[in-house]
């Protein structure tokens, strides 16, 4: 059982990145997903999440900006980031509960002024 997230890295504000979160070993199809983040020393903090049916929710920070979507047949979660803000920098963590709650390993967006 693995969330694997990618797609990081450092962007000038007003930029966009893609991140992905493949899953291996949870039944993808009937589960709930989330995108969190964390800058150093701070709580980690839900970004976004989306059900097994697709219904998607962002926080307000992120509206407009940030779209998730999953893709049934690859297993995979995403998060396209428009629009970036050097407040959006931060490790982005991919979240799932299948019989115990998951979590990637973590992918480090860096947003500069």
């Known amino acids: 059982v693995q969330l694997q997230a990618s797609g990081g890295g450092l962007v000038q504000a007003g930029g966009s990145l893609t991140l992905s979160c493949k899953t291996t070993g949870i039944n993808f199809r009937i589960a709930d997903l989330n995108w969190y983040r964390q800058v150093p020393g701070l709580q980690r903090d839900l970004v976004a999440s989306i059900t097994a049916g697709g219904v998607a929710n962002y926080v307000d920070s992120v509206k407009g900006r940030f779209t998730i979507s999953r893709d049934y047949a690859r297993n995979t979660m995403y998060l396209q980031m428009n629009n970036l803000k050097p407040e959006d920098t931060a490790v982005y963590y991919c979240?799932?509960?299948?019989?115990?709650?998951?979590w990637g390993q973590g992918t480090l967006v860096t947003v500069s002024s």
């Open positions: 979240n799932t509960f299948y019989r115990t709650e998951l």
